[in-house]
């Protein structure tokens, strides 16, 4: 009933595969690929996985979009060619592989977000054949590689706790094998992405989790209760895991691990490829991230913030003029007591408060609130710099003589536990 609604509902109308799925079929991995030149290779180190107890499909997304240009055309019609020729030499009872070739996507939905999202909406259609709402769907990009134990370790997750939402896998970027510009740029941007849920989890913010589409993996049950995939060009990922994660029941994964690419890109306007552009770009030597003070400041309310349901109206505005400027400017900017007098007719006790109150100071928010400080009260640092202050101030650590790639390696080490 559920995957019925939702794919009479929010999905994508058209169905792509014609093949019937396997009774026991348990994971779909889905790969939105645009212009990817190392598809195959993320192909073959899926098919290096260790096997798993039940059937695994593996959906691949090849798009282009209306006017492309003729050599990205004439390239996708190639490697369509190519990935169909592989697939017939790989394709076993246990794992079989899709290609939808999604081809000339209007400009106005073209993006990651409606390749992810066809593909994820044909999972559902899958699993809804079987009637398996105890399905997983793992979303993966198509130029990054995995473990070896990456799809039995996402099988085991579940069965040890089969009422999961969803989980972030570890990854690390690789660099080894980069220019030293590339290599000083990814270990920056990767050191970034780890301080920044580190920064948050200080803060106190209960959702601090990656959010990295090649990287994660959800149940479809609550895929498709939540509405699943949004269109976006860039970002989908953060906007549809921050809907998942509230729910509960939501880890991270750190036995196995990705390897997203470290090469520059400029398909989608921020992330890892665009990134690592700039800095080629710029020749910088140097990453910039939010300043630690950004996330004192946030804690000072985030500790506090259950003091708000013992408040009357008239009590807001004394509560809001005991913190630090930045977030006094910044709730004002947001509508605060308005939001909190909101929270307040719609909850008798002080979970169902609290809940609501992170309904509204989401993960979205969090990050405008950032953003505001950084352009208002405490220009981004250098990232080691960022660092070095956290890590003094979180875990009494004198990391003053840590290379960036030091640092990484202690937020890559922590996170591994």
Same mark, same amino acid.
């Given at each position: 009933?559920?995957?019925?609604?939702?794919?009479?509902? &929010?999905?994508?109308?058209?169905?792509?595969?014609?093949? *019937?799925?396997?009774?026991?079929?348990?994971?779909?991995?889905?790969?939105?690929? &645009? +212009?990817?030149?190392?598809?195959?290779?993320?192909?073959?180190?899926? *098919?290096?996985?260790?096997?798993?107890?039940?059937?695994?499909?593996?959906?691949?997304?090849? !798009?282009?979009? @209306?006017?492309?240009?003729?050599?990205?055309?004439?390239?996708?019609?190639?490697?369509?060619?190519?990935? @169909?020729?592989?697939?017939?030499?790989?394709?076993?009872?246990?794992?079989?592989?899709?290609?939808?070739?999604?081809?000339?996507?209007?400009?106005?939905?073209?993006?990651?977000?409606?390749?992810?999202?066809?593909?994820?909406? /044909?999972?559902?259609?899958?699993?809804?054949?079987?009637?398996? @709402?105890?399905?997983?769907?793992?979303?993966?990009?198509?130029?990054?590689?995995?473990?070896q134990n990456y799809l039995v370790e996402i099988e085991k997750h579940?069965?040890?706790?089969?009422?999961?939402?969803?989980?972030?896998?570890?990854?690390? +970027?690789?660099?080894?094998?980069?220019?030293?510009?590339?290599?000083?740029?990814?270990?920056?941007? /990767?050191?970034?992405?780890?301080?920044?849920? +580190?920064?948050?989890?200080?803060?106190?913010?209960?959702?601090?989790?990656?959010?990295?589409?090649?990287?994660?993996?959800?149940?479809?049950?609550?895929?498709?209760?939540?509405?699943?995939?949004?269109?976006?060009?860039?970002?989908?990922?953060?906007?549809?895991?921050?809907?998942?994660?509230?729910?509960?029941? &939501?880890? !991270?994964?750190?036995?196995?691990?990705?390897?997203?690419?470290?090469?520059?890109?400029?398909?989608?306007?921020?992330?890892?490829?665009?990134?690592?552009?700039?800095?080629?770009?710029?020749?910088?030597?140097?990453?910039?991230?939010?300043?630690?003070?950004?996330?004192?400041?946030?804690?000072?309310?985030?500790? !506090?913030?259950? *003091?708000?349901?013992?408040?009357?109206?008239?009590?807001?505005?004394?509560?809001?003029?005991?913190?630090?400027?930045?977030?006094?400017?910044?709730?004002?900017?947001?509508?605060?007591?308005?939001?909190? *007098?909101?929270?307040h007719n719609n909850t008798a006790e002080k979970s169902t408060f609290?809940?609501?109150?992170?309904?509204?100071?989401?993960?979205?928010?969090?990050?405008?609130?950032? +953003?505001?400080?950084?352009?208002?009260?405490?220009?981004?640092?250098?990232?080691? @710099?960022?660092?070095?202050?956290?890590?003094?101030?979180?875990?009494?650590?004198?990391?003053?003589?840590?290379? /960036?790639?030091?640092?990484?390696?202690?937020?890559? /080490?922590?996170?591994?536990?």
């Amino acid at each position: 009933m559920l995957f019925s609604t939702y794919l009479k509902r &929010y999905a994508i109308p058209e169905k792509w595969i014609s093949d *019937e799925p396997e009774k026991d079929l348990g994971i779909i991995v889905v790969i939105p690929s &645009y +212009h990817e030149p190392e598809l195959i290779k993320t192909l073959e180190s899926l *098919e290096s996985c260790l096997k798993t107890v039940k059937s695994v499909e593996v959906i691949i997304v090849v !798009n282009t979009r @209306e006017n492309d240009p003729k050599d990205i055309v004439d390239d996708t019609n190639l490697q369509i060619n190519d990935v @169909e020729n592989w697939i017939n030499q790989h394709q076993l009872i246990k794992r079989k592989y899709f290609i939808i070739p999604l081809l000339k996507v209007p400009h106005k939905i073209a993006g990651p977000g409606y390749a992810r999202k066809v593909g994820m909406d /044909e999972a559902i259609s899958r699993f809804s054949k079987i009637n398996n @709402e105890k399905g997983i769907i793992v979303s993966l990009d198509a130029d990054t590689t995995v473990d070896q134990n990456y799809l039995v370790e996402i099988e085991k997750h579940w069965n040890k706790f089969p009422n999961t939402t969803g989980v972030s896998i570890q990854f690390r +970027h690789p660099f080894d094998q980069c220019s030293d510009l590339i290599s000083k740029g990814i270990i920056q941007y /990767e050191l970034h992405l780890r301080y920044y849920i +580190h920064a948050q989890r200080f803060a106190g913010f209960p959702f601090a989790f990656q959010t990295v589409g090649s990287s994660f993996a959800v149940s479809a049950r609550d895929y498709a209760k939540q509405g699943g995939m949004n269109k976006r060009k860039a970002g989908e990922d953060f906007y549809f895991l921050h809907k998942i994660i509230p729910q509960g029941n &939501y880890f !991270n994964l750190n036995s196995t691990c990705v390897y997203p690419s470290s090469r520059p890109s400029l398909r989608v306007p921020f992330g890892t490829g665009k990134t690592i552009s700039e800095f080629i770009k710029k020749e910088s030597s140097e990453y910039f991230s939010y300043n630690f003070q950004s996330f004192r400041d946030l804690k000072s309310l985030l500790d !506090n913030h259950l *003091e708000l349901f013992q408040l009357l109206p008239g009590q807001l505005n004394a509560f809001l003029q005991k913190m630090p400027q930045s977030i006094q400017s910044f709730l004002s900017s947001q509508n605060f007591i308005g939001q909190i *007098e909101k929270i307040h007719n719609n909850t008798a006790e002080k979970s169902t408060f609290q809940k609501a109150f992170f309904r509204w100071f989401d993960g979205f928010r969090l990050m405008k609130f950032v +953003h505001f400080a950084r352009d208002n009260f405490y220009p981004n640092l250098p990232v080691r @710099e960022a660092v070095i202050q956290y890590l003094k101030e979180v875990h009494n650590l004198q990391a003053n003589e840590f290379s /960036e790639k030091e640092l990484l390696m202690w937020f890559r /080490e922590y996170d591994a536990k």
